[in-house]
């Protein structure tokens, strides 16, 4: 029965280590495709994304409800997702600044015609500015939006992919060492306990 007991044990020990390798190997490759994928990006921070100069530019801009990212990728290289995941919170504080803190839901599809400068623009085909052909202008500032968000999403996610792959990381650590602390318990201890005989 002991030799049972042992066996199973080093086997499940074994897989758990497999498991545990697997794990972690995997989550070091994702955490280094984050950063190789960044990297060819070349994706650099603006020099005023930085907290000081941010503050200052909402002030001018009157967004007293926005508050500036206490990250700084200024002028530096962004490829981590840390790095992502700020650069994506300083474009939200340059697309606010360019709408007057109008969120893109916020905004009509089409400039007004009364004021074209107005982000808020409108819905309205009849209201809308009118280009030469007769079709609707564009909002820009809504345009910029679209083109924020879709960047912000992708950095965001690269954000999220580095974390998933340290959490592999973590859970290959705990089932590599659950995997050893197995395997001794299957040959060291077991044989503390003697086999009960029947009487």
């Known amino acids: 029965m002991q030799r049972i007991l042992r066996l199973g044990g080093v086997i499940a020990g074994v897989i758990l280590i497999a498991f545990g390798i697997g794990s972690i190997v995997l989550g070091m490759n994702a955490r280094d495709t984050v950063s190789t994928e960044l990297s060819r990006e070349n994706i650099v921070g603006t020099p005023d994304m930085n907290p000081a100069d941010t503050k200052t530019a909402l002030e001018e801009a009157k967004l007293t409800d926005v508050s500036a990212p206490s990250c700084n990728v200024a002028g530096k290289p962004i490829n981590s997702g840390d790095e992502a995941r700020c650069f994506a919170s300083y474009m939200r504080i340059h697309a606010l600044e360019s709408s007057g803190g109008l969120t893109y839901a916020e905004m009509g599809r089409f400039a007004l015609a009364s004021n074209p400068a107005d982000p808020k623009g ?70 503390r306990f003697p086999a009960t005989s029947e009487s």
Do not use: F, H
């Open 122 to 191: 409108t819905n309205d085909t009849e209201m809308a500015a009118k280009n030469a052909d007769g079709s609707p202008q564009t909002n820009g500032p809504r345009q910029t939006w679209v083109t924020e968000t879709a960047l912000a999403t992708a950095l965001n996610v690269s954000y999220m992919a580095e974390q998933l792959g340290l959490y592999t990381i973590v859970i290959g650590i705990a089932l590599l060492l659950t995997g050893v602390g197995l395997i001794i318990v299957a040959l060291g201890l077991i044989d």
